[in-house]
């Protein structure tokens, strides 16, 4: 199923398969380092692109964080 696209204030959930299991224990250990699972999803993310992407691979993921932040800043505490 593609991902839909989005309006202009939403982020699109992205789908993909990972036992359920996996998934748990990666929230768990998330947790306790008091990181949201999406963020440490994203950072990982930025990490094989900083070592792995083109320039231009690294401009566009630079330009999606800062995109993510500002929407993480409009954000209203505890929502």
């Known amino acids: 199923m593609p991902t839909p696209e989005p309006d202009d204030d939403v982020t ?3 789908r ?11 929230g768990r250990v998330c947790r306790q380092q008091g990181i ?3 963020r440490r999803l994203f ?9 792995h992407g083109t320039e231009t691979d690294k401009a566009v993921f630079a330009a999606a964080d800062r995109e ?5 800043s409009r954000k209203p505490a505890g929502g």
Do not use: I, N, S
Not at 16 to 23: E, K, Q, T
Not at 43 to 51: E, Q
């Open 68 to 72: 993510l932040k500002q929407r993480r």
């Open 12 to 14: 699109p959930v992205q």
């Open 16 to 26: 993909f398969r990972v036992p359920l299991a996996a998934w748990e224990t990666f």
């Open 43 to 51: 950072d990982l993310m930025w990490g094989d692109v900083k070592r």
């Open 36 to 38: 949201p699972r999406a």
